[in-house]
């Protein structure tokens, strides 16, 4: 059973383009949700976070959006690049029960953005 | 600082043989994760541990088993290997229960024949 559910699996856009990559979920213990970005051959790395008592956070061309009643965050790379292209994973994690200590992923974004 | 060091970076095994992936972390981090990676499924967890001498399931624990006997070092084994182990192996590492920043390891890149 997929806790986090991402999607579109895969993503081309012109530089310049504004990709949007979307994540829901439904368990309400989550609190914390976290975006990876990772290039190939190398592991993940955080990109930005987000907790549930704000709606968006920026950083640099980075947005997350977030929609608690809907349980759906986004996220939204302003002016994208050539160097953007990675792929991104959305993922949760929580504070009590079977979500404390652990990241929940999201199946992964594959985004390209061309020249 | 290494961060998270995972050896070794590539492995072909055979059905059968049994291995021990290592990984390191000079950070001096409570948890650390073992994940595998395969394409269109993302990171999915195998075991974890919430610190020295602790370990516990994730979502894919079957044919591995973990070990914490030092805080920096969590090892991952396969006793008998299955082609379905054929993955990208991840170990992370993270100060705190909420996971506020999980550091990832290079990865290890296993084939099993």
């Avoid at chain 1, 383009?17 to 439904?26: H, L, S």
């Avoid at chain 1, 790379?77 to 999201?106: E, H, K, V, W």
């Avoid at chain 2, 269109?40 to 602790?54: A, D, K, N, P, Q």
């Amino acid at each position: 059973q997929q806790q986090v559910k991402q999607s579109p699996q895969s993503l081309i856009v012109q530089k310049g383009g504004i990709p949007i990559i979307n994540c829901a979920y439904e368990n309400t213990a989550f609190d914390y949700f976290p975006w990876y970005q990772q290039f190939p051959g190398k592991g993940p790395a955080l990109l930005i976070a987000i907790r549930p008592d704000v709606s968006e956070k920026k950083e640099g061309r980075f947005t997350i959006s977030f929609n608690k009643s809907a349980k759906q965050f986004s996220l939204h790379i302003m002016d994208s690049q050539p160097g953007d292209s990675a792929t991104y994973f959305c993922a949760a994690s929580g504070n009590r029960g079977s979500t404390l200590g652990r990241l929940y992923f999201g199946r992964g974004t594959q985004l390209t953005v061309w020249p | 600082n290494a961060g998270v060091t995972q050896t070794p970076k590539f492995r072909v095994l055979k059905t059968g043989q049994s291995m021990t992936l290592l990984c390191a972390q000079d950070m001096n981090h409570e948890y650390m994760y073992w994940y595998r990676q395969d394409p269109g499924m993302g990171l999915r967890l195998i075991h974890y541990s919430v610190g020295e001498g602790t370990t516990a399931k994730g979502e894919v624990p079957d044919g591995y088993n973990v070990s914490r006997l030092k805080k920096q070092n969590f090892l991952l084994g396969l006793e008998s290997a299955a082609p379905s182990q054929t993955s990208v192996y991840f170990c992370a590492s993270s100060n705190t229960q909420e996971n506020t920043e999980a550091f990832f390891g290079q990865g290890t890149r296993l084939t099993v024949v």
